[in-house]
């Protein structure tokens, strides 16, 4: 099997190029390419040429705009990135029978209700972010390639920056700590985005009913919580292995949406229903407290 990695050093990318090792031959992408060969999403030719050279049996693109912030005022730096590369992407695999694998987001939607998100719910996105999601999802939707696009939420890693380690700096610096505690999802790690993702692909090439597999997924560990709450679980954690904190867990002060304004607006209820995937490959979601743990094991050898 010959698979073609774009994004290969963001924090899922990251995880792909372990997790699809074992599947067969990985040529894995950045923006800056390899052997000539073009990873740079902003070059749609480029991109389609490196297509028509690799051939590959399947493409996972991990690779997008993700300054939900800096999108408002990059929106055509997003949307070229996020939607019109998709296209394109889409278009090829099309053109060569491939697979293709997409991520997006739930910033889809406009965080109304307190349910979990079905896939079949409507779109509404509130930022430039998510439009820009949302329109790569109708790309590759309409392309008529075999597809499967998964929206992920809350995605952090232990290798570059994220919300955990954020809060642990901060709670050694400062003398006190406010997060948002109205704003609901649940954690979800790249290690476990990618392990999904390769247990995907070594079904959707060994099933009698592959094609039907094509489609939206929701791909999010299990459980939900807040800022808030994710906040008191990452220094509860730290406290017991003795980090220097000058914030304890319960003295983190809950704050809303308002009193945090940001350039993009962030839904509040970002919490997605993985029935579907769960189903359709036989899987179960671990509590999303399972992986933050282990990457705040990682963090702190």
Known sequence: MKILLLGKNGQVGWELQRS?????HVTALDRKGCAGLCGDLTDLHAIAATIRALKPDIIVNAAAYTAVDGAEKEAQLARRINAD???VLAQQAAAIGAWLIHYSTDYV??????LPWPEDAAT????????TKRDGEAAVLASGARALILRTSWVYAARGQNFAKTMLRLATEREALNVVADQFGA??????IADVTAHIISQVFTRDDARELAGIYHLAAAGETNWHGYAQFVLEHAGRQGWPLKVAAEQIGAIRTEDYPLPAARPRNSRLNVDKLEKAFNLKMPPWQLGVQRMLDEIQR
């Not at 699809?20 to 067969?24: F, H, I, S, V």
């Open 124 to 131: 509404h996105p509130l930022s430039v972010y998510g439009r």
């Open 20 to 24: 699809l090792a074992p599947l067969g």
């Open 85 to 87: 590369a998709p296209g």
């Open 187 to 192: 954690p979800t790690g790249a290690e476990l």
């Open 109 to 114: 939607f406009d965080g109304s209700g307190s």
